[in-house]
């Protein structure tokens, strides 16, 4: 079966850190981009952060730049978001998913991804 899987998320306290993972099965990752995008209640879907194919490149959003950091492990078919120095903005249902270019050119994009996850909430509250 060919899905996406996330995991990692919860409740932490303002300043703390979660790790959260990406999890592909029916498909290799590494042939495809990977995007991290986040639903705030009552908000729209926004981009936060990307990994390339070709070269590894990273993109962030700035909201999260100097804080999250995107990475993938191919041995285990899995990219991660690392997110650092959280804060109650960055509270949110969190998703990965799959852009079919090599790319993360306009990664903010929903239209560019193919396959979702169900994805996982995080809660930054004290």
């Known amino acids: 079966q060919v899905q996406l899987v996330e995991s990692g998320g919860g409740l932490v306290q303002p300043g703390g850190s979660l790790r959260l993972s990406c999890a592909a099965s029916g498909f290799t990752l590494r042939y495809y981009a990977i995007g991290w995008f986040r639903q705030a209640s009552g908000k729209e879907r926004e981009g936060v952060s990307c990994?390339?194919?070709?070269?590894?490149?990273?993109y962030y959003a700035d909201s999260v730049k100097g804080r999250f950091t995107i990475s993938r492990d191919n041995a285990k078919n899995t990219v991660y978001l690392q997110m650092n120095s959280l804060k109650p903005e960055d509270t949110a249902v969190y998703y990965c998913a799959r852009n079919g270019m090599g790319h993360c050119s306009g990664y903010g994009s929903t239209t560019l991804y193919d396959l979702w996850g169900q994805g996982t909430q995080v809660t930054v509250s004290s």
């Open positions: 990994i390339s194919v070709s070269d590894g490149s990273t």
